[in-house]
């Protein structure tokens, strides 16, 4: 369960995840799944390399995304 920070971290990777869907006309999951960005939301990466370490973030995704995530972050 997230507190109030950290929720209100997950509504914008949410957001963020949603806008990057509609661009590139993909279902929001396929970007990262609500699992991924609630670990997203308590962990606070504070680098690519501590963002590969999440569960979700593969090479591929850490290259599509992952600096882009770490500015919402």
Same mark, same amino acid.
């Given at each position: 369960?997230?507190?109030?920070?950290?929720?209100?971290? !997950?509504?914008? @990777?949410?957001?963020?995840?949603?806008?990057?869907?509609r661009e590139h006309?993909?279902?929001?999951?396929?970007? !990262?799944?609500?699992?991924?960005?609630?670990?997203?939301?308590?962990?606070?990466?504070?680098?690519?390399?501590?963002?590969? @370490?999440i569960n979700g973030?593969?090479?591929?995704?850490?290259?599509?995304?992952?600096a882009a995530f770490?500015?919402?972050?």
């Amino acid at each position: 369960s997230l507190d109030d920070e950290e929720l209100a971290r !997950f509504a914008r @990777l949410k957001a963020w995840r949603g806008g990057i869907a509609r661009e590139h006309n993909l279902p929001a999951y396929v970007v !990262f799944n609500d699992a991924t960005l609630a670990e997203m939301a308590q962990l606070v990466p504070e680098s690519l390399d501590a963002l590969a @370490l999440i569960n979700g973030v593969g090479a591929k995704k850490l290259e599509s995304y992952g600096a882009a995530f770490l500015e919402v972050i």
